[in-house]
């Protein structure tokens, strides 16, 4: 696999924080690499993330692959066991890994955050066979490593970790659970109490909240067509549930719903005057909209490419509080960042749509409360537009 990438300056970036040492940090954390060490069919693979960045290449180039790497340290960050995010662990090994003395093989994936602490870099090790296990895992910035776990003995379901500590002795050691991120799990076991612990704290902090907070986004029309039931309110990976969201959504603020609309205009077929949910008598709701001349039609009605295009422009104006995603509720809202995951973002859409979509897209990324990272087949649309960076991938 080759990687090119095109990372244009953005005139719609937003200032990021000076820093103490003169240079330029963000106020949020985010991350602004991914690396697949070895993970599937990538190897030594480094992506860099901006605001905006779309993986592009032909089929079975590694872009669904990509996303599915973000996904699973997301999912390792907020603290999930490692079985519930890798169901299928055998499937992320490299192709033509050979097991060792031990019968072993893994994978081994990372990321880098930037922010207020500068850049932090995490590297996982995870063992796929014959258990499943995270062996290895490195936390560090600026050359420094801030903790470092091993596995020390098989028969046990446990790593041994050493966290920086800069006081009476260098560093902390301790048994930590072979399931779990250790990253995750330091703010139970760091007591803070010296510079050393309360950097390896400000370090995890940073890394957990820019990992945390994303939406994996995949819209399916055949489920959007019909009546919904009323529920939570809370948007769906698949956007299944759109006709109660959108309820939702129109009721708690309608100037975000007025940009929705004219979002919906821009790429829909004929003309659009609103767009709501009508509640039935049966406890279900469906989505409508208003032609402004007397007309009504469902959104069962609309082509496959409008009704992706009008989830997805609907996921890009809306933020944890709606969708289905397990924000990071001890972080105030205003530190925190959304990413959404697109794969297959421009399935289905025609050019005008893909364009109306990108246009929407880098103009919310740019108010920094939301990231997108997608993948299409061809990222030729794209070029001109500031603030957009493409990864090319060939197999």
Known sequence: MTVSCTSPTSALSPSPAPSGDGGERPDRPCVTELRLSAFAGHRRAGFPLGPLTLFAGPSGCGKTTALRAYEALARLGGGAVVDEVFP?????????????AQRRRGFR???????????VRLDVAVQAEPNLRIVGERLSTDGLVLLQTALRDPSRRTVQAAWHTAGSAPVTRAPLPD?????????LRVAGKTDGQRRVLAAAEQMVVA???VFACDPRPGRMR???PTGT??????????????????????RRHAQLVAAVRAGCAGPVKDLYAEPLTDGTVRALLDRGDGIRTRLGRLGDGELRYLALALVLFTGPGVLEVDPVGEVPAALQTLTVLADNLDRGLDPRQRAELLR???RMCDRGHIRLVGAVSDASWAAGLAGVTVVHLEP
Do not use: Y
């Open 211 to 213: 990992l945390r907070s």
């Open 226 to 228: 019909g009546p919904v």
């Open 179 to 187: 399931d779990r991120l250790g990253t995750a799990l330091l703010p």
């Open 109 to 119: 994936i990372g990321c880098t955050a930037d922010g207020p602490e500068g850049p």
């Open 233 to 254: 309110g809370r948007l769906l990976g698949g956007c299944d549930n759109l006709a109660d969201v959108l309820g939702r959504t129109r009721a708690e603020c309608t």
């Open 88 to 100: 299928d662990p055998a499937a992320c090994v490299p192709d033509r890994a050979r097991p060792d």
């Open 360 to 362: 929407l897209a880098a």
